[in-house]
């Protein structure tokens, strides 16, 4: 198919969820991605953060076409050695008291299965999330996630849920009682714009867990694995939650979802509660067995703090050039938000993808980037640079 084809038949059959952008990506390479016209993007989308090791990591793709001459499928009722390696070098690198692993296909899998642990562990229904947090689509996952564009079209959803403010300690201990289950966070809320929790705030969230008996379960679908200049996000503000949920990069580009838990919570399951059909699948633990193996021994979660510095003083010194346009910048290791006074973020994204860069919008007025960990430095400088261009337009 030639891209007008492909258009033509996503455009008839596809169900529209999504806003299209009018290019058909066909194949990419580390932070690159090229179109059907042979167009070449420097790719700050990286599948919502999903390409963490970049586009067909040579090592992620061997292990990947390796065990598809081996076996495919092969449900949790077997063992079988890719799960039994994932596993292992996921335990490995979580903290000591994190020793329970389930796996399933998605972010939204992992936290609706952290859901499920909470209640069975507490035998409480209640649950407590915060404002701007964005948790996944299914009906559970979207109980906790605040923003009610994505909610109101589903109401009723699961009942219980209290939203406060994040980084609000106050809110927080008003809430948070004896028939909460958990506690849910995003240690940095990447949907909601990179807003990074304050100091102090998620050491407060631990305490009010422990002092009421409520689990704390921290969703790091997007932080975890390196983003953010350390391993797991928490690791910044040395607090551990009872519940892990991981996605996205953990697959190196394929579908697989890991909830990550503590030998206490694990105890209050048994066989038959909680299930998956294709997760834990051999080819997907494969990619997330290499992919762990990659950034573990290249730690690169050092080189995501370093590339992040230099990301970050670069939007503060076009903030600080146009501050008429740009209200403020975030971001923590290779998560960065500009945030413009003005709803032209749409604008903003299609006039870079124009410029052969690709960026995300997370609302009118929040541009969002995402670079895979293995993104160069001429890279990061050439987005930079386009973003500068086209920020320095506006403001004169």
């Known amino acids: 198919m030639d891209a007008d084809q492909v258009r033509s038949v996503e455009d008839r059959h596809v169900i529209p969820f999504y806003v299209k952008r009018p290019i058909a990506i066909v194949s990419g390479r580390g932070a690159i991605a090229w179109d059907s016209e042979g167009r070449e993007y420097i790719d700050f989308v990286a599948g919502y953060g999903a390409a963490l090791l970049g586009h067909c990591h040579p090592e992620v793709v061997e292990a990947v076409k390796r065990q598809a001459e081996r076996l495919i499928n092969c449900p949790y009722m077997f063992y079988n050695e890719p799960r039994a390696e994932a596993v292992q070098r996921l335990v490995e690198a979580t903290p000591d008291s994190l020793t329970r692993v389930f796996l399933s296909n998605s972010g939204t899998e992992a936290v609706e299965c952290g859901l499920k642990l909470a209640r069975l562990h507490t035998g409480r229904k209640k649950f407590v999330a915060a404002v701007r947090g964005f948790h996944g689509r299914t009906m559970g996952s979207l109980s906790i996630t605040w923003n009610p564009h994505y909610r109101k079209p589903f109401e009723p959803l699961v009942p219980g849920v209290r939203h406060v403010p994040f980084g609000d300690e106050e809110a927080l201990k008003e809430v948070v009682d004896g028939d909460v289950a958990a506690v849910v966070l995003e240690p940095v809320q990447g949907e909601g714009g990179v807003y990074p929790a304050p100091d102090g705030y998620l050491k407060v969230a631990r305490d009010i867990c422990d002092d009421t008996g409520a689990l704390l379960m921290f969703d790091e679908v997007q932080t975890g694995l390196g983003r953010t200049g350390r391993m797991w996000a928490f690791e910044h503000w040395g607090v551990e939650p009872d519940i892990l949920c991981l996605a996205k990069g953990?697959?190196?580009?394929?579908?697989?979802?890991?909830?990550?838990?503590?030998?206490?919570?694990?105890?209050?399951?048994?066989?038959?509660?909680?299930?998956?059909?294709?997760?834990?699948?051999?080819?997907?633990?494969?990619?997330?067995?290499?992919?762990?193996?990659?950034?573990?021994?290249?730690?690169?979660?050092?080189?995501?703090?370093?590339?992040?510095?230099?990301?970050?003083?670069?939007?503060?010194?076009?903030?600080?050039?146009?501050?008429?346009?740009?209200?403020?910048?975030?971001?923590?290791?290779?998560?960065?938000?500009?945030?413009?006074?003005?709803?032209?973020?749409?604008?903003?994204?299609?006039?870079?993808?124009?410029?052969?860069?690709?960026?995300?919008?997370?609302?009118?007025?929040?541009?969002?980037?995402?670079?895979?960990?293995?993104?160069?430095?001429?890279?990061?400088?050439?987005?930079?640079?386009?973003?500068?261009?086209?920020?320095?337009?506006?403001?004169?």
Not at 280 to 288: I, R
Not at 386 to 394: A, D, N, P, S, Y
């Open 250 to 396: 953990l697959g190196g580009g394929l579908p697989i979802g890991a909830t990550v838990t503590t030998e206490e919570v694990s105890k209050s399951t048994k066989p038959g509660v909680h299930g998956t059909t294709y997760g834990g699948n051999p080819l997907s633990c494969a990619a997330a067995a290499a992919s762990l193996r990659v950034i573990v021994e290249g730690r690169l979660w050092e080189r995501a703090s370093k590339i992040g510095h230099e990301i970050l003083n670069g939007l503060m010194g076009i903030r600080d050039e146009n501050r008429e346009i740009i209200r403020e910048v975030r971001g923590l290791g290779l998560m960065a938000a500009v945030q413009f006074r003005l709803p032209m973020a749409s604008d903003i994204v299609e006039e870079a993808m124009r410029m052969g860069v690709l960026l995300l919008k997370t609302s009118r007025t929040i541009v969002r980037m995402l670079p895979p960990l293995v993104v160069e430095e001429w890279q990061v400088e050439r987005v930079l640079n386009v973003l500068r261009e086209i920020v320095g337009k506006r403001g004169s």
